[in-house]
């Protein structure tokens, strides 16, 4: 029995060659269904806002401090109220999301034994499957109540209350990138600084947490982009009051919230109102176009080389 | 067999730069009483006793696995790092048990300096790498950091090379530079004692000579105790040598005693060559 006349017998050399050939071709499709799907989304969001631009001046949209598209005899169309609406509860997310899920990073990476992280942090990614809409009449039917007892004056709808359930949203995607990113510190690198007498907090903060950075700074802006994108949370919990002002315990909408609005309600096809949810979505979109080239640039400047 | 000759002849190189000092000149620095230690089941050191010389260079060698690298890591007690670890028996550190759970750790490794097997600088630029340890340490005035760090890459034999690019990544170094600046991070807080954990495997043969060299510059300020898979760099640069084997310490003597008549079988087999 020779091997190698058996390999010569069981070669199909035909078939073999056009799979070979036919493959290449058939991944290169499926890649171009994702890229095709990209490039239809951008081209409906464009042509539609451009028509949206033919109605209501750019100048007048971008810079504009009033939105009241509903208003029978004189409609504006000014979406500064909605980006402030979306930035309000964005802030809050923020302030509530980083420090919690850098200290739990902190936590899970350097303090927790192996028994607590296996706990913990499966729990921790469970939170960031929970849907939206359940974290929505969570803030409303919770949280807002609650805030309610502390703040006097402190209305059903108000940018608090969605602020921090968005914030609660995203914490978890903090918390684990974070996690992952000191997690791949090296070793050597904690012994090295452990030598020189530091202590557990020193090692953290002053040499696991810049060695990290990049992959911290990458997922706060990563939480970020999912916090200005957030729809049900602040639809539910938010109001539907665009307001230009700095004012949080009131009534707000964001630009996600207001095209929730209009979606659900009843304009009709080709009325100013429906193209203004394509030209706010435009703007939403260059949102997070900016957070995730922001993402790109920071996992790139700030990049530690180990 | 073969390692001999070479081992023979640096110890000749070595005689003729460096007049031996007998062991009752100099003071105790580690007093090693009964150390017994455990990782999980297994007994890696057993019953050790040694007792290691101030401004000496004292070598561990011994096969893999022998415990050499755990007892260097004892005397610092960066082998608590292992959870399942337990010991028994007492290291005197300058006359006070460093096992006894009252010592403070941070405390005794701003004493005991640590240099490791593999270059482990931080991702931070060289000044920042040198400047790491004074300034956890408290010492935050900028121009005596410039003094401490100019001081240490001088110390480590560093300084030339890397003076003109202090505040570039330590990352950018070669291998042998990085060693060296692991060595002058460690110099930087002024310790008494470093501890050196095979600090040459991962060297070529040019960086392994440089550090070398240091190690000889180094022990007239500070007692040095090196772990070292290569026993012609014992023969050349330690003065006194310990052999370790399954946990045990077989022989500790002068180092030319070790590599030229050993007291035990053990010892002679494996400084010729013909184990481990």
């Known amino acids: 029995m020779n091997v190698q006349s058996m390999i010569e017998q069981h070669k199909n050399k035909g078939m073999k060659k056009f799979v070979e050939k036919l493959m290449p071709k058939l991944l290169f499709i499926t890649a171009l269904v994702s890229v095709l799907a990209t490039i239809g989304i951008v081209f409906t969001l464009i042509f539609e806002t451009f028509e949206f631009f033919r109605r209501v001046p750019f100048f007048d949209y971008i810079l504009g401090t009033e939105w009241l598209p509903f208003s029978g005899t004189s409609p504006s169309y000014g979406v500064l109220p909605l980006i402030i609406g979306t930035l309000k509860v964005t802030g809050i997310a ?35 499957g929970v849907p939206t809409i359940v974290y929505g009449f969570f803030a409303l039917t919770f949280v807002t109540p609650l805030l309610q007892e502390v703040i006097p004056g402190l209305k059903i709808f108000n940018a608090i209350s969605p602020g921090i359930v968005v914030g609660i949203m995203i914490l978890p995607t903090i918390a684990s990138l974070s996690e992952d990113a000191m997690s791949s510190v090296p070793r050597s690198m904690r012994e ?81 109102i429906y193209y203004s949810i394509y030209a706010v979505g435009f703007t939403l979109f260059i949102f997070t176009l900016l957070m995730n080239l922001l993402a790109g640039y920071i996992s790139k400047k700030f990049r530690e080389e180990y | 067999m073969v390692k001999k000759p070479i081992v023979e002849q640096a110890m000749q190189e070595k005689k003729k730069d460096l007049k031996v000092i007998t062991p009752s000149e100099k003071a105790s620095i580690y007093k090693t009483e009964n150390l017994n230690l455990w990782y999980g089941d297994k007994h890696a050191l057993k019953d050790i006793q040694l007792d290691i010389k101030q401004n000496e260079v004292t070598a561990i060698i011994g096969p893999s696995g022998c415990g050499k690298s755990t007892y260097l890591k004892t005397l610092n007690r960066m082998v608590e790092l292992v959870p399942s670890v337990r010991t028994t028996g007492e290291i005197h550190y300058r006359d006070r048990n460093i096992l006894d759970k009252s010592y403070q750790v941070e405390e005794l490794r701003t004493k005991v300096g640590m240099v490791f097997q593999k270059p482990n600088p931080f991702p931070k630029s060289i000044y920042d790498n040198i400047a790491y340890g004074p300034r956890i340490h408290g010492i935050k005035n900028r121009k ?63 960086s392994t000579l440089k550090v070398e060299e240091l190690v000889q510059e180094l022990k007239k300020d500070y007692s040095i105790i090196i772990v070292t898979h290569n026993m012609q760099q014992a023969a050349r640069i330690s003065d006194k040598t310990a052999f370790f084997l399954n946990g045990e310490v077989i022989e500790y003597d002068e180092t030319d005693k070790i590599f030229s008549n050993p007291a035990d079988q053990r010892t002679e087999d494996y400084v010729s060559g013909r184990f481990g």
């Open chain 2, 144 to 206: 005596i950091l410039d003094e401490i760090v100019e001081r240490s890459l001088r110390g480590a034999a560093i300084w030339d090379e890397v003076k003109d690019r202090l505040h570039e990544n330590a990352y950018g170094l070669s291998g042998g530079q990085q060693q060296r600046i692991c060595i002058a991070r460690c110099l930087a807080i002024e310790p008494d004692v470093i501890l050196m954990d095979e600090p040459t495997s991962a060297l070529d043969p040019i």
């Open chain 1, 192 to 272: 090295g600084a452990l030598a020189l007498g530091s202590t557990k907090l020193e090692v953290a903060l002053k040499v696991v947490l810049p060695a990290a950075l990049s992959g911290i700074l990458a997922s706060v802006v990563l939480g970020i982009s999912r916090a200005i994108g957030e729809t049900m949370i602040v639809s539910l919990a938010g109001g539907s009051t665009p307001k230009f002002d700095g004012e949080i315990t009131d009534s707000i909408q964001t630009m996600t919230a207001y095209i929730v609005q209009v979606s659900t309600g009843d304009a009709g096809y080709g009325t100013t």
């Open chain 1, 94 to 128: 923020i302030v509530v999301a980083v420090p919690l899920g850098l200290a739990a990073a902190i936590y899970l990476s350097e303090y927790a034994s192996d028994n607590v992280r296996r706990v913990v942090k499966p729990i921790l990614e469970v939170l960031a």
